[in-house]
């Protein structure tokens, strides 16, 4: 087993002006409740670390870390906000994208973003939606596919072909995990000390 990524929280905000520079940093993006609050703290083995809510406003920031490593100058890791959260204030509908697409697009020395799709259900339209986005304006991601433990046995091999079709992609590209039982945790922390750790 791998040891979980030793990330500290340094500071939040609404712009990516107001974030502080980073020699190398990768982000955490996906759908409201897609289980990303819930995989951060998974990777850290920790339980509060990212707020695990379904009330909105509270995760609607864009939230640095810093990761720590042997380096001199420590990578971060960036947790955005989820997109799509029915229920969140009109106001903060209509801000996230510009947010969101302010820091994908101008965020220096964004090495590799995650996209979180739900295993279960994903990708939904707005999954597909951020992924052509993301192709689009050349931003690196990698998807991964999250609550492992929900598919049952018998319709993995189905799901796995199926979410890795809807996101255009080889099954092979797509990191599994589950947040609750552990599955895929130390692939992912791998993946993401080889750009940051
Ligand atoms: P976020 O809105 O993307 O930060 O999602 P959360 O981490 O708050 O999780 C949303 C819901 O999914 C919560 O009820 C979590 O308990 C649940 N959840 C998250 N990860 C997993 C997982 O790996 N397996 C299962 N079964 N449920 C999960």
Redesign the pocket.
Known sequence: MSSPLRLTFVQSASRTDQLPGSPIEVAFV?R???????LVNALANRKQLAR??NTPGR?QLINLFEVESARTELGTMVDLP?YGFAKAAKNIKRDWPEMIEGYLLERDNLAMVFVLVDGAIGPTTLDVQMLDWLRYNGVPHTVVA??F??VKSSKRATRKKELAGGCQLDQGDVVWV???KGDGIDALRSLVRNWVG
């Open positions: 996906g409201s409740n897609v289980g990303k609050s819930s695990v809510s995760t989820g999250t609550k433990d929900k589950s947040a609750t």
